[in-house]
């Protein structure tokens, strides 16, 4: 069986936990507000949702230039090999 004593430092240790996860809630919800405000500003979205979107967006539009690009190499390449003919 706990003393008080073992009972009070067990609250003790208890307390300074909490203290320290509140802490650590608070810095975690100030760098969720700095990336949700540098979202809005660098990409006009206000939700992970709509920042999800946006990124699938512009991983579309990415493959798109690739698709675009690579076919722009074999015309590339095919014109030096009828130059080369």
Known sequence: ????????????????QLERKKAERTELQGQLKSVMEMLKRQYGVKTLEEARAKMEELEREVREYEMEIYKGL??????????EE
Do not use: A
Not at 1 to 16: D, I, V
């Open 74 to 83: 074999e015309k590339i390449e095919e014109l030096f090999n009828e130059i």
């Open 1 to 16: 069986m706990e003393t008080s004593r073992e009972l009070g430092q067990k609250l003790l240790r208890l307390k300074e």
